[in-house]
């Protein structure tokens, strides 16, 4: 195996899935990055290499030591429904976001006081899917994979009751259910095509903050 | 064009950078993820659709309003940088990471209270190259995009000098200068493999943190 071949391998395992989609010519099934089966969704795998959206912090700290989304939570998208929304400002039939959450591990470091991240503490989703869940408000359904000890996940979730999810959702998210206002790569991407993949243009993105 | 035809598309913008590399059989100079030109890196571009590592967040609010990173800055690897470290635990020779900066939006939403990201407010970058910092600690060099207002970005950067950056990095960071002991998803893949992508294993990932 040359080195090439072998860096090769490296970037067909990271990109896989998309890279056997561009050259299989992308069966319709093949779009969804999920498995929904028997009425549960299996836990997901590989989402830390999908596009991540932002990161909201609710410290327990903050939160009389009981945080209800404790602490820090990376929020990713899928591959196929970023390209979808950077095109159309919409999430897509089928669109899967990931939140895991991770525990504050430091509040001080080299860079000053703040917080810093620790350990990786839970994993939630939310799809959007007329076909699966046609009677949940905007189509979103959430499930948790986050057990109570913190130190294993479950390995496939139910949807959530709509109304321990929406109560929050329904009423205060962006767009579509979802908190774009606080994920800043989806907000400055919202229909800008390669503008909003990272330093396409010289100014700075300046977003619009809805629901402040 | 069809259906799928539009959504290949799509997903070829996407990965069109490394999609091109397997294709063509990853020619050496493709594996580099930026432009250095004249002494000066170019502005990378397309860097939100890398692989995220982790966010820390410095808030001003808990630095006398005068954080020197402000506020969060969420940290990208470039994919074949990623494949290689996941697979090594080591930065390969031409790796990138980005330090994109985020004000603080609000410190209350309905999950709790918290930090939650505002605006894009500036962009760093530090790349390590044996080959173009040969007497650097580490081959690392270290740039910066921001500007003074924080309204756009310079379009290239000359290196910072090693002991602005170094100060901190050389002592404290956990793995060849770089912070991994606060960027969970580099923590957590070292030499991994796959288990490092999110959720393949059944345990969560409970990371060693040095320098702590």
């Known amino acids: 195996m040359t080195k090439h071949r072998k860096a090769m391998v490296g970037r067909a395992g990271l990109f896989g899935a998309v890279a056997s989609l561009l050259l299989s010519g992308g069966a319709a099934s093949a779009e969804e990055f999920f498995k929904f089966e028997g009425g549960k969704l299996q836990r997901p795998t590989g989402y ?7 990161t909201p912090l609710t410290p327990n700290d903050m939160n009389d030591g009981k945080a209800g989304f404790p602490e820090f939570h990376s929020v990713y998208i899928d591959p196929a429904s970023w390209a979808h929304w950077k095109k159309t400002g919409e999430f897509r039939e089928g669109a899967i976001l990931m ?8 509040k001080s470091a080299a860079s000053g006081d703040g917080y810093f991240m620790g ?20 189509n ?9 000890d913190h130190q294993t996940l479950e390995k496939s979730a139910a ?3 709509a ?8 009423k205060i998210a962006a767009d579509d259910w ?12 919202k229909g800008k095509g390669e503008e909003g993949t990272g330093g396409k243009q010289d100014k700075l993105e300046h977003l619009s903050m809805p629901a402040r």
Chains 1, 2 share one sequence.
């Open 140 to 148: 979103w359904a959430y499930f948790t994979f986050t057990t109570a």
């Open 99 to 106: 939140k895991e959450m991770i525990t504050v591990g430091s």
């Open 119 to 138: 350990d990786f503490h839970g994993l939630e989703a939310t799809i959007k899917s007329k076909k699966l869940f046609p009677k949940e408000p905007g």
């Open 159 to 161: 949807p959530e009751p």
């Open 48 to 54: 830390r290499e999908w596009v991540y959206v932002g």
């Open 163 to 170: 109304s321990v999810c929406n109560s929050c959702h329904a």
């Open 178 to 189: 979802v908190f774009t206002q606080y994920y800043p790569v989806l907000g400055g991407a």
